[in-house]
């Protein structure tokens, strides 16, 4: 299996502001995902982060929002930017290890409370 | 677009029992994967079992197994023997067995175990 590292763990910060959250794998993965799973609800695709090439984005999100990096095979961060207590929600990191396994491996997430 | 639909927000079951949590689904492709992923309080996402759409034998893992329906389109998880570390919430996942890994998941069904 794949280990995740994700920080951090929780946030509590002012509107307005930004936080970039990291996710680091302990093996080098093709494909990362982002989700954001709201208070009680379920996990929802932010976008998908390939090495490389610029990351894409599901319906209702949009880069200057989230911008995400992916700089080499093990290592991608998000950023929640400009943010409202909206944007309060857990985030996880997702990664693909397609050679292996057919399931997901996720992340710790990241509790973000936006005041 | 594929959907994934869990009728029962919240269940509850007495430690020992057994309890089936449902979980219908959505999709024109014929080849795909299925999940039940847990997620306790600590919102780590775990994996509980998983199931091959061209596979026709129910998938089991220890004290859990599903039954899965492909003309139905349906995919219960059961839980036998039930444990107070169950108590979780749980996810079902389609994921295509073509292109990315991105999963699409259901609402969730919030399992309470009473001892």
């Known amino acids: 299996s794949a280990v995740i590292s994700q920080k951090p763990s929780r946030d509590i910060c002012q509107r307005g502001t930004s936080l970039t959250i990291q996710c680091q794998v302990d093996?080098?993965?093709?494909?990362m995902f982002w989700y954001r799973q709201q208070p009680g609800q379920s996990l929802t695709l932010i976008a998908t982060?390939?090495?490389?090439?610029?990351?894409?984005?599901e319906s209702g999100f949009v880069i200057d929002k989230f911008p995400i990096s992916r700089p080499n095979l093990t290592f991608s961060t998000l950023t929640v930017s400009n943010m409202s207590p909206e944007d309060s929600s857990i985030y996880l990191c997702?990664?693909?290890?397609?050679?292996?396994?057919?399931?997901?491996?996720f992340g710790q997430g990241t509790r973000l409370t936006v005041v | 677009a594929q959907t994934v639909t869990q009728s029962q927000p919240e269940m509850s079951v007495q430690e020992a029992e057994t309890v089936t949590l449902s979980c219908t689904y959505d999709?024109?492709?014929?080849?795909?994967?299925l999940f039940w992923y847990k997620q306790p309080p600590s919102r780590q996402m775990i994996l509980v079992i998983r199931?091959?759409?061209?596979?026709?034998q129910n998938a089991t893992e220890n004290r859990f197994s599903v039954n899965f329906q492909k003309a139905a389109k349906s995919f219960s998880l059961k839980i036998s023997d039930s444990q107070l570390g169950d108590a979780a919430m749980y996810f079902c996942?389609?994921?295509?067995?073509?292109?990315?890994?991105?999963?699409?998941f259901g609402k969730g069904t919030k399992l309470s175990v009473i001892p």
């Open positions: 997702s990664v693909d290890l397609r050679a292996v396994y057919t399931e997901a491996f």
């Open positions: 093996s080098q993965v093709t494909m």
């Open positions: 982060a390939n090495q490389g090439s610029e990351a894409t984005y």
């Open positions: 999709t024109s492709e014929s080849d795909y994967y």
């Open positions: 199931q091959e759409a061209y596979k026709q």
């Open positions: 996942a389609y994921r295509s067995a073509a292109g990315s890994y991105q999963l699409t």
